[in-house]
């Protein structure tokens, strides 16, 4: 097994509207992640978790913001992504 880490592409502050890039590594379970469960979340199309876990991020960024509704917040962060190193 290979180590990954979880790189955002776009990060948000709740009291601000501007945006930064930052890395995040991940701690515990999810430091070391096989190549079947790396490639589940780098697929975009049906099956892959990408889009499930950009969705889950965006959210737990979003945390504490005044914006509390979830289209308003995706077309807000519409460029929001999420990348995978290993």
Known sequence: MQQAKIVT???LRADSDETVDAEVWPE?????????????????????????????????????????DTRAVLEKYKDFEVGFLQ
Do not use: F, K, P, Y
């Not at 892959?48 to 005044?66: F, K, P, Y």
């Open 28 to 68: 515990g379970s999810l430091e070391v992640l096989s190549q079947v469960e790396m490639e589940q979340l780098r697929q975009h199309g049906e099956g892959g978790l990408h889009e499930v876990l950009r969705r889950s991020i965006l959210a737990v960024l979003n945390t504490g913001s005044d914006l509390d």
């Open 9 to 11: 592409g776009t990060s």
